[in-house]
Structures are given as structure tokens and as C-alpha cells.
């Protein structure tokens, strides 16, 4: 059953640019270095020794933003595809349980955004390469920098996706996420247990795994609690 | 035009406006009170007001107001695009003009209301502090104002999206696509100033020079952002006279 509304909800998002937008929020990220070590690359370099960590901190200071920013646009998105022509009552008249509904829902957007993981780990790695930036090419630390901040955003997605489709009005979701980006860019002077931290990967401990791991775990939770609720609550 | 201003009112009333509003405050308290540039710049002499502002300013101004410019523009579009909302308003004897207009106005009457709540915020914040210096009003004046002037070209632009895409999603896509830049943009001098994502930050920067009315000169307000609100609020104005409801 999961398989076919995969493929329903796969269907649905068809020609409604999330599919652009998946590709455009890494490309954007990548594309932002580029104007920065393109106006100025000679300071960069001189900024650090090790000029690919450096770069890779660079790229990682938008990741956050992007990826919290790109969560609350494909949720609200997401919801709005079933709002617009109140059509949550019709899929939820068909043989399905809601709860399998939620799944299919937030499995898309979770492919969704590990393409989007996968494909900044492939810009950074083609951008890095074209600068020339040394021989020794850290592929654990480019895939570390790709892929950790999409686990620890996992809680922020089961939220966004809680919020989008509970609510009628899609302002309240997107504004969340606005409090969201703000949280993220403030992040070094946040709290280590708000959510909202954890794509910058930092913590008092310096330990990035810990974020990923805190993001799995949290993330199911809210996942399970948003599950509920929505499966609780009465289609309009 | 007083009877569409008041009929776009009484519809956005209902609209859970109110949480929205109150974002701007609540985001600016948040940052007063979370910033601790204090501790760096205790023996510089220099009012602390202008500490606060500084860090409460660029993060308000580069990511949120932007940010909340969209949601507002898409928040007052989002009757007409529920079940032929369009149809129905235009159906009166109104002008789509004079809509599109009497929308654009409600919009930066709000915005207006989020910065003065934003200037309170910025009031509790140092209250809780403690200040003893005065506060500087004439600074306070120019940013809370100039960042508000800053925003008319983004919120032309943000409605003409709303009123072309039904999702509150898309709009707010292309809001962040060209907010995000502006974070870039502020560092450098040469696309900073003729960025328009990037005013809101430069007219409420409290560092810059106090000679002029704002603290970006003259020639930058104008090209930047009046030719900025000029090309948007037609290109707005001229989409929704031909849009098909």
C-alpha cells in the first residue's frame, strides 16, 4: 500500500517545481562560494592553511539556512498540493489509513531532500576541485558536511510537516520556518537541546555525531507525535 | 478606494494576522536579549543602545524582514485564491487598479505597525538591560523608518507573486531565493549598496553616517530602491490588470 501512494504522491508533485527547487537549494549554496571565492579567492586563500577545511566551512555556513528555509517551503508545499482543491477528504476516503498517508508524505519529502544532500556533496566536491584548493581531497569530510546536516534536520522536517498539514492557513507554517532561519543564524548563541541548532552541527561538545544522532532519534519522536495528532484530528 | 481599503481590512482581520505581526517584535527581543556583544566591548566607550540595535538590527533586518515582507503579501491574496475569490471581488464595481493598490497600502500599513512594535521591542529590551543612557531617538527614528522605506520595492514584488501563484509556498520561494544572496551581499561594496534585498540591512544600520535623512545617500535610495519599487509595482500592477480570474 505504501508503495502505491508513494508513486500517487510522486505523480502529484509533478511539474510543480519542487523537483526545481530540490536541485536549486544546493546548486544555490554552491553558487553562493562561487561569487565569494570568485570576487575575492586570493584573501580567501590566505584566510587558512587548510584551504579545503576552510572552504568547506564556507559552504557550511549556508547549508543551515538553506536546508531549514528548503524544509518549510517542500512541507508547505506538500500540504498546499492537498489543500488547494480540498483533497485531503478525497484521499483520505480511499482504502488507506491516515497513518500511511503521513508516512508516504513525509518519505517524499525526505527523498527529497537527501537528493538535495547528495547533490551539494557533488557541487562542493566539482566547485573544490575547479578551485584547486590542494591534492589531498577530504571525501569524508565533503560527505560529512553534505549528509550530517540532513540528519539533524530530520526533527525540523517532522515539525514543518506536522504544522503544514494541520493547519489551513500555510502563513502559519512558513512563519515557523522564518523563526526557524533566524534561530539558525543566531545558532551560536542558542541552547544545545533547540532543534534549530543542530544542522549547524555545533554543540558544547564538539562532537558533529552527536547532532546526528540527537536529529534520528528526536526526529522519529516528532514524526510519531505529528502522526498522531494528524491521524486524530478531523478532515475538513 | 476607502470601501476596498476597509473591505481588505476586515478580510485580513480574520486571517490569523495577528501572530504575524507580533513575530517582529518577538524575534527582536529574542536577539536583544540573546546577544552578548556587551562583553566584548565593555571599555569602548560608546552607548550601549548602539550595541543592542547593532546586533538586534542585522539579523532583523537582512533575514526577517524580508522574510515576513512575503508572508504578509500572501497572507492578503489568500481569500481571493480560495474557491474564485478573484471572481468575486472583481466582480464589484471595483477597478483591479484600485485592488491591487488598496492591497499594496494595507501591506506597508502593516509593515509600519511591525517596525513600531519593533521599536518597543528594542525599548524592553534595553529596560531589561538596564541602560542608563538616553536613547538615541534620532537613530531609532532613521532605522525603524528607513528600514520600512527599504521594504516598499520587496513587498511590490512579493505581491505580484502571491497574486500570480495560488501556493503560499511558491512566492515564498522566490522571496528566499533572493534573500539568502543579501547575506553575501552586505559584505561587499561593490553589489551591496545596489542590491534591494540588501536595504533593509543598510537603511537600518546604525554605524553609518547621521548627515543624511537616511543612512544610505540620497542617489542609492532613489535608484536603488524607488527604481526597485517602480519596476515591481508596475510589473505587479500591469500583471494583475491582465490576469485571467
Known sequence: MIGKLLTSDFLKIKRKGLWFLTALGP??????????YGVRRDYLLEQSEDDWGYYLLNVHSFTPLAIILGIAILTSFIASIEN?????????????????????????????????????????????????????????????????????????????????SVCHNQG?????????????????????????????????????????MLGISVGILLYIIGMIDFARRDVK | ?????????????????????????????????????????QDLDV???????????????????????????????????????????????????????????LIMILMMAMQLLYLCSIFAVGMIKGYTDPLPMEIVWKSIIGGWVATLPLVALQLWMSIMFKSFAAPFAVNVIFTLPSILAINSKTIGPYYPWAQPFSMMYVGGNTDDVFFVPWDQLLTVVGGGFLLFFLGGYLYFQRKAV
Open chain 1, 172 to 212: 502559519i507554517p512558513i512563519t515557523v520556518g522564518i523563526f526557524g532561519v533566524i534561530f539558525a543564524y543566531s545558532s551560536f548563541v542558542l541552547p544545545d537541546w533547540m532543534i534549530w541548532k543542530w544542522p549547524s552541527l555545533m554543540n558544547q561538545w564538539d562532537e558533529p555525531v552527536i547532532n546526528v
Open chain 1, 84 to 164: 488547494e482543491t480540498n483533497a485531503w477528504k478525497q484521499l483520505i476516503a480511499l482504502p488507506v489509513s491516515k497513518l500511511t498517508v503521513y508516512l508516504s508524505k513525509f518519505t517524499v519529502l525526505a527523498i527529497l531532500l537527501f537528493l538535495s544532500s547528495t547533490i551539494l556533496m557533488l557541487m562542493t566536491l566539482a566547485y573544490g576541485v575547479y578551485l584547486d584548493l590542494g591534492d589531498s581531497i577530504p571525501y569524508m569530510e565533503i560527505a560529512k558536511f553534505a549528509y550530517y546536516p540532513y540528519f539533524a534536520a530530520l526533527p525540523i522536517l517532522a515539525l514543518q510537516l506536522w504544522i503544514a
Open chain 2, 1 to 41: 478606494m476607502w470601501s476596498i481599503l476597509s473591505a481588505e481590512w476586515f478580510k485580513l482581520r480574520k486571517s490569523k494576522m495577528v501572530p504575524i505581526i507580533f513575530a517582529g517584535p518577538i524575534i527582536g527581543l529574542f536577539i536583544g536579549l540573546t546577544s552578548n556583544l556587551e562583553s566584548n566591548t
Open chain 2, 47 to 105: 552607548n550601549p543602545w548602539y550595541i543592542s540595535l547593532f546586533s538586534m538590527n542585522l539579523t532583523y533586518a537582512l533575514l526577517f524582514l524580508p522574510l515576513i515582507a512575503g508572508v504578509l503579501a500572501s497572507l492578503i491574496c489568500r481569500y481571493e485564491h480560495q474557491s474564485g475569490g478573484w471572481k468575486q471581488l472583481l466582480a464589484l464595481p471595483v477597478t483591479r487598479g484600485k485592488v491591487f493598490i488598496a492591497k499594496y497600502v
Open chain 1, 27 to 36: 546548486i544555490g549554496v554552491v553558487a553562493l562560494q562561487m561569487v565569494n
